[in-house]
């Protein structure tokens, strides 16, 4: 059974710091590329980050560029996403997805909250 389990969300103040982790169970985690994605009330979800599968390129949406670091641990089928000097406009949930070819898995996501 595939499984994606996000953890490590919760409520920070404005430039506070959050890592999110995403265990996956189920599937060949080192073939897949990570993603982290995240949807605000009343918008779209929007691809935040991602990692190819040896985690030898990683790409960020500009907003979160130089804030926000994604990694993986092929050995602990788990990926990071390390989120520093966190804004307002960060909150949102924040979903693991993994993806290979046409195949695609979710977590059930954790919320982020930012606010003083």
């Known amino acids: 059974q595939v499984q994606l389990v996000e953890s490590g969300g919760g409520l920070v103040q404005p430039g506070g710091s959050l890592r999110l982790s995403c265990v996956a169970s189920g599937f060949i985690f080192s073939w897949y590329t990570m993603k982290w994605y995240r949807q605000a009330p009343g918008k779209e979800r929007e691809l935040v980050a991602h990692i190819t599968s040896t985690g030898g390129s990683t790409n960020y949406t500009d907003s979160v560029k130089g804030r926000f670091t994604i990694s993986r641990d092929n050995a602990k089928n788990t990926v990071y996403l390390q989120m520093n000097n966190l804004k307002a406009e960060d909150t949102a949930m924040y979903y693991c997805?993994?993806?290979?070819?046409?195949?695609?898995?979710w977590g059930q996501g954790t919320q982020v909250t930012v606010s003083s």
């Open positions: 997805n993994a993806a290979l070819r046409v195949l695609q898995y």
